[in-house]
């Protein structure tokens, strides 16, 4: 089993910059795919975006393409997610979760591992 901790949520203005950080530890040893997934209030959990184990592969939801970027670095057992140009509609509670395949999916219910969440409002 991954646990895996979130940060860097905070209160920021409409066309601000965020990076998330998520930091995995336990079974870190096995290869795992990673994603980012958010949730707002009345809405259902979607994901933001993928990361494959090697870090060549990366998906990301149609409303944050050329906004947002996920990276990883396996040496720190950390992923990343770096927001740009943040829209108030990008306000959530984001999560990361991790699954024990090396591939990605855009199905959260294939990740078997969760953080609890890090909270991003977005003002306008």
């Known amino acids: 089993q991954v646990q895996l901790v979130e940060s860097g949520g905070r209160l920021v203005q409409a066309g601000g910059s965020l990076r998330l950080n998520c930091v995995a530890s336990?079974?870190?040893?096995?290869?795992?795919?990673m994603g980012w997934f958010r949730q707002a209030p009345g809405k259902e959990r979607e994901l933001v975006s993928a990361i494959d184990w090697s870090g060549a592969y990366t998906k990301y939801a149609d409303s944050v393409k050329g906004r947002f970027t996920t990276s990883r670095d396996n040496a720190r057992n950390a992923i990343y997610l770096q927001m740009n140009t943040l829209k108030p509609e990008d306000t959530a509670v984001y999560y990361c979760a991790a699954r024990n395949f090396g591939t990605i999916s855009d199905a959260s219910g294939n990740y078997d591992s969760w953080g609890q969440g890090t909270q991003v409002t977005v003002s306008s």
């Open positions: 336990g079974r870190t040893n096995s290869r795992f795919a």
